[in-house]
């Protein structure tokens, strides 16, 4: 009696989240997908939307925008992230921890279009960093930032160098103190064990949170919109438009499906990787 139950009992355990993996995703997505195949002013199937990605320059263009800004985000908050997570797991004493992970995270507390307008006072031509720079004397005017891809990659980083911190934190914490003893032992100095031991073991931590930087950055459509000035196509932005400004939902949907196969491909890049470096 018991073994014929336990079927049953572990279909009911995971329908609420299988119900909620169809209702909320796997409906959604079909729908979109069927949408993308009915051009907008055609009465039967076609694969126009895709095709005209792929010879529209402008289309083409703005996924490279998409893909530039979002690699340069990563690389560089995983490069302020790694060494901020460094010295609060292993500088900060064990009761100041806690402390300083709420105060690291304290951005994630603000409004994300707040943050964004923010930004964009702070990098504005009077804003505080030209204000300062010119009251300093290193610049005789003000530096165009704001409404520029700069100033993009500046917002990214600030929200994503906090998500980052977190996913390094949690993996050098794991990390047991006797490694950098025994490579001590081994005759391995500071720099070594950290490239030859600290790096690899925290490897999966780094590219947790990259990835998660990859995906949140490369589909966000307000920081590019408010920091970026509309100056720059990225695929968001163009998604937005065919809505937008056309009403072709058709096109709109062909556009994200091709974004999520390219978040898709770098999903399957980085767990390749990543099985690589743990064989």
């Known amino acids: 009696m018991s073994t014929g139950r336990q079927p049953i009992a572990a279909w009911a355990s995971v329908s609420p989240a299988l119900l909620s993996t169809l209702a909320f995703f796997a409906v959604p997505f079909a729908a979109m997908a069927v949408a993308s195949l009915f051009p907008k002013g055609e009465a039967g199937l076609s694969l126009a939307n895709y095709a005209q990605f792929f010879t529209n320059p402008s289309y083409w263009r703005s996924l490279i925008n998409s893909l530039e800004v979002t690699l340069t985000v990563t690389v560089i908050s995983v490069l302020l992230a790694y060494p901020f997570a460094w010295i609060l797991a292993f500088w900060v004493p064990e009761r100041w921890q806690r402390l300083a992970l709420m105060l690291a995270v304290l951005p994630f507390w603000t409004s994300y279009v ?35 891809r700069a100033a993009t990659v500046i ?104 974004l999520m196969l390219v978040v898709t491909l770098a999903y399957f890049l980085c767990a390749r990787w990543l099985k690589i470096e743990r064989a």
């Open 114 to 148: 707040v943050r964004s307008y923010s930004w964009l006072l702070v990098l504005a031509e009077k804003g505080i960093i030209n204000d300062t720079l010119l009251g300093i004397g290193l610049l005789s005017e003000p530096i165009q930032i704001a409404n520029t």
């Open 155 to 258: 917002g990214f980083v600030h929200f994503f160098v906090m998500l980052l911190t977190l996913t390094i934190f949690a993996n050098l914490k794991q990390l047991s103190p006797n490694y950098r003893k025994a490579a001590a032992d081994l005759g391995a100095g500071p720099i070594r064990s950290f490239i030859h031991v600290i790096l690899p073991l925290t490897l999966p931590g780094i590219m947790v949170g990259a990835f998660l930087t990859f995906v949140l950055a490369i589909g966000d459509y307000i920081t590019p919109q408010i920091l970026g000035g509309n100056n720059e196509l990225l695929m968001p932005q163009l998604i937005m438009m065919q809505i937008g400004r056309r009403g072709d939902f058709a096109s709109a949907s062909a556009l994200s499906i091709i």
